[in-house]
Nanobody, 118 residues
Framework: QVQLVESGGGSVQPGGSLRLSCAAS????????MGWYRQAPGKERELVAS??????????DSVKGRFTISSISRDNAKTTVYLQMDNLKLEDTAVYYC?????????WGQGTQVTVSS
């Protein structure tokens, strides 16, 4: 069993910042990818950012230059992923989900709400 615990969501004004975190625990094995997805009301879930075990990062075009993904490792294995979100915009409002991949296996967090409003 893998547990993903997310934290850091909340409400901010446009231009504000939030930092999301996702900690993996349990029988996680070797995580090959950690990432953040988001889903806004009425829209499909989309990739926000991801980082591989080799530290290769990928960002959605809409967040490039504003969001930064990072991770920490324990015993040479990634276990926690962060998403620093700066200069938040109204359109960033969504439920943000953490996802990890262990080979072909994927696990999702419960989601954390991010609301950007004036």
């Amino acid at each position: 069993q893998v547990q993903l615990v997310e934290s850091g969501g909340g409400s901010v004004q446009p231009g504000g910042s939030l930092r999301l975190s996702c900690a993996a625990s349990g029988s996680i094995g070797i995580i090959t990818l950690m990432g953040w997805y988001r889903q806004a009301p009425g829209k499909e879930r989309e990739l926000v950012a991801s980082v591989t075990s080799g530290d290769s990062v990928n960002y959605a075009d809409s967040v490039k230059g504003r969001f930064t993904i990072s991770s920490i490792s324990r015993d040479n294995a990634k276990t926690t992923v962060y998403l620093q979100m700066d200069n938040l915009k109204l359109e960033d409002t969504a439920v943000y989900y953490c996802k990890i991949k262990r080979g072909i296996l994927a696990s999702w967090g419960q989601g954390t709400q991010v609301t950007v409003s004036s």
